[in-house]
């Protein structure tokens, strides 16, 4: 199956690009997330600290996946264990190599402190904008995350299938 995940030319997610993400986001290569598989509790101590997952009360196996905005998957990582953060699985899954200049990423709010990786490729990170618990978002903000998000439920839909 590693031969159908390809990482497509840019031109080629052009001529496929979805209407939705023609006006604002035509520059996206890539839609990222980070996906969490329940395993079996690990019979080792330290192999279960590796892989407790805080979002999700047990051991798992995480994995990024990457798709085009079509629905395409176009990256899939070797599996990490639960503890690990989505911006470390982004840093040293190997997906930055894969990345063409001038491409936008956009992903969900789970990748912190990942925009200055993706910045050193000449490319671009979309993510709806933070929320901070003492301000209430500006209107743009709050209509700037119902575009994101309603984009992003292609990749979600993806990993259904």
Known sequence: MKKLIFFPKPSQIVTLLPIPFRKNYSDVQSIIHCLEIQIEKPANAVKQALNWSENKPCNTFKYLISITPEGRINFIS???????????????????????KNAAVMADRGFKNVAHLISEKDCTFVKPPSVN???????EEVLETKKISALRIHVEMSIGR
């Open 78 to 100: 070797d599996g990490y264990g639960g503890r690990q953060s989505d911006s470390v699985i982004f840093e040293d899954c190997g997906i930055l190599e894969l990345l063409p």
């Open 133 to 139: 618990s003492k301000t209430t978002p500006a209107k």
